[in-house]
């Protein structure tokens, strides 16, 4: 069964870290384009950062410079390190790859 399942979010305080994974199975994600979306409350799901098979990786110019996309090819799993949180980056955050997508994990970030 193809599935994508996210966990890591959480509660953190303005200047924060989290990181958030997304772990596959029925597919390899390292033969994948894995991408990170998010979606605050009453707002469009966005485009946050992207992994090619090729290791070569991308971000939304309002997360360059504080997220790292990575992969971990033992473990199937995609990882979004966040740094530097801000309020704005509350949001469901959502991994896709291969026309499936996850539940999403909510990510908080209040003091």
């Known amino acids: 069964q193809v599935q994508l399942v996210e966990s890591g979010g959480g509660l953190v305080q303005p200047g924060g870290s989290l990181r958030l994974s997304c772990a596959a199975s029925g597919f390899t994600l390292s033969n994948s384009v894995t991408t990170w979306y998010r979606q605050a409350p009453g707002k469009e799901r966005e485009w946050v950062s992207q992994i090619l098979s090729t290791d070569i990786t991308g971000y939304a110019l309002f997360v360059k410079g504080r997220f790292t996309i990575s992969r971990d090819n033992a473990k199937n799993t995609v990882y979004l390190q966040m740094n530097s949180l801000k309020p704005e980056d509350t949001a469901v955050y959502y991994c896709?790859?291969?026309?499936?997508w996850g539940k999403g994990t909510l990510v908080t970030v209040s003091s």
């Open positions: 896709h790859a291969r026309s499936t």
